[in-house]
T-cell receptor, first 112, second 110 residues
Framework: GNSVTQMEGPVTLSEEAFLTINCTYT??????LFWYVQYPGEGLQLLLK?????DKGSNKGFEATYRKETTSFHLEKGSVQVSDSAVYFC???????????FGTGTSLTVIP | DGGITQSPKYLFRKEGQNVTLSCEQN?????MYWYRQDPGQGLRLIYY???????QKGDIAEGYSVSREKKESFPLTVTSAQKNPTAFYLC?????????FGPGTRLTVL
């Protein structure tokens, strides 16, 4: 079946620290992979995506590379800001079918 | 502006009452979804619809009902049969390879 596993939080970092949030997946075929971000009390927003192996998605200083050999899509940012405090969700869309599969989310708090 | 609207933002319900959550989109998407989010948990799929007048149960459909009479609208009814309805409810619509989310409705049962 299809599933996503992401590192549990919460994660607390100081401003300007390096961020990694791990995400691994199980899927048949060649899924598309996504990172969504949720700010307090809001819906989810797409942060970045990658649709094939070795693609790198990037946005707002965040990056993630689609690694088929390790079935991973880890989220990274070189220098986090207080405004990056949010919950981050890793997700996949299977090659066949329309349904998305979400991880459980990782809460990030950045302190000044 | 294109997007998804959900109303109301906050909703309070007494036990034993049905309540309907609104979801409207003007993105011209065929597919729409309802998710439930509980504190510290991920998104759980309640119902989804790939096309007007058709919908499918998700993983936690018991105690919920939906309709899809128009492409733009996908309302969710939380019935009295739902034993623990207090949660944050998210509606989404989908283009080919991206889901777009509304701002959510927080339902509290008193």
């Amino acid at each position: 079946g299809n599933s996503v596993t992401q590192m549990e939080g919460p994660v607390t970092l100081s401003e300007e620290a390096f961020l990694t949030i791990n995400c691994t997946y199980t899927a048949t075929g060649y899924p598309s992979l996504f990172w969504y971000v949720q700010y307090p009390g809001e819906g989810l927003q797409l942060l970045l995506k990658a649709t094939k192996a070795d693609d790198k998605g990037s946005n707002k200083g965040f990056e993630a590379t689609y690694r088929k050999e390790t079935t991973s899509f880890h989220l990274e940012k070189g220098s986090v800001q207080v405004s990056d405090s949010a919950v981050y969700f890793c997700a996949l869309k299977a090659y066949t079918g329309n349904q998305f599969y979400f991880g459980t989310g990782t809460s990030l708090t950045v302190i000044p | 502006d294109g997007g998804i609207t959900q109303s109301p933002k906050y909703l309070f319900r007494k036990e034993g009452q049905n309540v309907t959550l609104s979801c409207e989109q003007n993105l011209n998407h065929d597919a729409m979804y309802w998710y439930r989010q509980d504190p510290g948990q991920g998104l759980r799929l309640i119902y989804y619809s790939q096309i007007v007048n058709d919908f499918q149960k998700g993983d936690i459909a018991e105690g919920y009902s939906v309709s899809r009479e128009k492409k733009e609208s996908f309302p969710l009814t939380v019935t009295s049969a739902q034993k623990n309805p207090t949660a944050f409810y998210l509606c989404a619509s989908q283009s080919y390879n991206e889901q777009f989310f509304g701002p959510g409705t927080r339902l509290t049962v008193l």
